[in-house]
């Protein structure tokens, strides 16, 4: 974890300067800048869970869940494969 102070305030980057938080005295972070990458992460940390066993339960148990599902993944391969 880098620190930076400057001004009082001290800057603190977990993931070394892809995401940036200022740290306030009371122990809570303000998020100061966030790269691309660093969005993108944490955005497939999130959709993790539309891909494991339990999604597809749940594909299976509403059908439209399933057929949206189902498109997405052949535009998902159209795109991906050209």
């Known amino acids: 974890m880098k620190k930076k102070t400057k001004r009082g305030s001290i800057f ?5 300067g892809e995401t940036v938080y200022e740290q306030l005295p009371n122990g809570d972070r303000k998020l100061v800048e966030q790269s691309q990458q660093a969005k993108d992460d944490e955005q497939a940390y999130e959709e993790a869970e539309m891909v494991n066993a339990e999604a597809i339960a749940l ?6 869940l399933k057929k ?8 998902w391969h159209l795109i991906n494969e050209n």
């Open 68 to 75: 949206a599902w189902e498109r997405y993944r052949t535009v």
């Open 59 to 64: 594909r299976r148990k509403y059908p439209t």
């Open 12 to 16: 603190v980057s977990p993931d070394g």
